[in-house]
């Protein structure tokens, strides 16, 4: 990878961080592209789930047969991007939390990593780009201009959960939520490809305490 630096936005973070929701803003105001690179790995669990996939471990022979043959499509945008399965748009089928916990979990295997690793790259590579994940500052965009690296406590972050799960009707105990949250903590600090780490030269931005607003600034002056 060459080291001069592009002229894009890498912001990671947890779950519930508030990635996806400052980056989409952050890149209205700068008038870049938007990707939620999460999107991509709920793409894959959709059609891992599409194509009834029994047994969802990575040794599954079904899984292999299903990544070789995947057939993603991103049409990217200032708000977001479209995503196609196969050709067709699944974008509004991703939210789902059946689709979700299942990213999460296929999102620690190496080979749904790598299947993803080139489309992220080729994408990121074209700049003017905000992209949000767990590894596009260490990983897929280390040369980007800047890299932010998003915490929050874990109870705020459940909580912002909750309230997005909500909005889905999909209504659960707080203590529910904060138990996921934290156990996909834990998968993303400890995969073996690409954990969820700070990159060395990413600013650190705690939204515990901010408004959206706040935090969006914070970055853009710093873009700037």
């Known amino acids: 990878m060459s080291g001069a630096r592009i002229d894009a936005i890498a912001i ?15 890149a209205r ?7 939620d690179t999460g999107s991509l790995y709920r793409a894959v669990a959709l059609a891992f789930l599409s194509a009834g ?16 043959s995947l057939d993603i499509a991103v049409t990217p945008g200032p708000t977001g991007a479209r995503i196609s399965l196969g050709g067709l ?17 296929i ?11 080139e489309l992220q790259r080729r994408l990121a590579l074209a700049g003017q780009i905000v992209m949000d994940g ?13 890299k932010i690296f998003l915490v929050a406590d874990p109870e705020t972050r459940a909580r912002r959960r909750q309230k997005d799960l909500e909005s889905q009707g999909d209504c659960r105990p707080l ?42 600034t914070w970055i853009v002056d710093r873009y700037r």
Do not use: C, H
Not at 134 to 146: K, M, S, Y
């Open 53 to 68: 996939v029994s047994r969802f471990v990575e040794e599954d022979p079904s899984v292999a047969r299903i990544l070789s």
């Open 12 to 26: 990671d973070g947890p779950a519930s961080s508030g990635k996806s929701t400052l980056a989409r803003e952050v």
């Open 107 to 117: 999102s620690a295997w190496p080979k749904v990593r790598m299947a993803l690793f």
């Open 89 to 105: 748009d699944v974008t509004d089928q991703l939210r789902t939390e059946e689709v979700g916990a299942l990213a999460s979990r």
């Open 29 to 35: 105001r700068l008038g870049f592209v938007f990707l």
């Open 175 to 216: 203590e529910t939520v904060l138990a996921d949250i934290l156990e996909r903590d834990r998968r993303d600090r400890e995969r073996p490809v690409s954990p969820l780490i700070q990159a060395p030269d990413a600013l650190l931005l705690d939204t515990t305490r901010l408004s959206i607003d706040e935090a969006v």
């Open 134 to 146: 767990r590894d596009i500052g260490t990983v897929i965009l280390p040369e980007a201009r800047l």
